[in-house]
């Protein structure tokens, strides 16, 4: 026991990686909280709605994300070091992200009105004509999707730049879950906000795919690697393809297909091609996956202070 306390002491950034797990693992994120990443999220809803429109807009929203993202490593770099283990906390969503997708189980166990309202907390998409099957699919495609948004990805830069990756990070995937669309609205005014998010996702999405298929292997109905590189590359985004595909290869099922955002029809391949009804035994497996995903990540990035 000595000599953990002594690496704790000795590895602050560990230190800090565990605290802001287990209070993650604790709290999830609770409503009476305030949360940095939504105060992220208001300051670019902010500028958004002052920049996005007129002309230059490609440029007006290069500029907002560029000088958002330095000041926000800046402002991560500068504050004491008793700081980490909250910042960690407030970048990290595992728990808050299984017992969403849960409850979005839960609400379609009651109606399909109240699967469709709880699953809009978590997709983009227009939800209002889902069958009860697409919103389960879009909630497990937004639980292996931010398993690596969520969880991976803010611990993989947190191991390459520390804390003030880990919130740059976070920052980046706002800004790309709120102007990242190719729609007519944020084509131009997105387009380098989304770009940055595939370069800053490119490892980690892979790297989350490999895991779930690593700790899944027990419940896995498809060979993993073979279907991973089929269908991984398929997705319209870069790296979303990945941890979807992982997870539909476990469990033998298929997601993507055509959407409705902000009232256009926006078209994704097939990932996967089983279409057969997704059930709470579904719910269950991908859940542990998750769970055990977000376990190995966190041991692999310990591991980086440990040697």
Avoid at 95 to 121: I, N, W, Y
Avoid at 141 to 146: A, G, I, P, V, Y
Avoid at 210 to 223: F, N, Q, S, Y
Avoid at 268 to 292: C, E, F, T
């Amino acid at each position: 026991m000595d000599r953990i306390v002594d690496v704790l002491a000795a590895h602050w950034q560990l230190a800090s990686l565990l605290a802001g797990w287990m209070l993650d693992m604790l709290l999830g994120d609770p409503a009476w909280l305030p949360h940095p990443v939504v105060g992220i999220g208001r300051w670019i809803g902010f500028w958004e709605h002052r920049l996005n429109r007129g002309t230059h807009r490609r440029l007006k929203g290069a500029l907002l994300v560029t000088l958002t993202l330095v000041l926000l490593f800046l402002l991560a770099w500068l504050l004491p070091r008793w700081t980490a283990p909250l910042l960690v906390f407030f970048c990290l969503a595992g728990r808050t992200l299984r017992r969403e997708v849960a409850m979005v189980f839960e609400a379609l166990d009651r109606s399909l009105d109240d699967g469709r309202r709880q699953v809009a907390r978590i997709v983009g998409r227009d939800t209002g004509a889902l069958t009860a099957q697409e919103v389960r699919t879009a909630a497990l495609e937004t639980l292996s999707e931010n398993l690596s948004d969520g969880m991976v990805a803010p611990l993989f830069w947190y191991a390459l730049l520390g804390v003030p990756g880990m919130v740059v990070y976070k920052a980046v995937n706002t800004f790309d879950s709120m102007v990242g669309y190719r729609t007519e609205r944020y084509r131009a005014f997105g387009c380098w906000a989304a770009r940055i998010d595939d370069v800053a996702n490119y490892i980690p999405a892979r790297l989350t795919a490999l895991l779930m298929l690593a700790v899944g292997r027990r419940w896995a109905r498809r060979p993993g690697l073979s279907f991973l590189f089929r269908y991984g590359p398929q997705h319209a985004s870069p790296n979303s393809g990945w941890p979807e595909a992982a997870l539909a290869s476990l469990l033998d099922c298929r997601f993507g297909g055509t959407h409705d955002y902000f009232g256009q029809q926006v078209a994704k391949p097939y990932i996967g091609d089983n279409p057969r009804l997704l059930d709470r035994h579904d719910l269950r497996v991908s859940l542990r996956v998750a769970w055990l995903t977000e376990t190995a990540a966190i041991l692999l990035v310990a591991l980086r202070w440990l040697w």
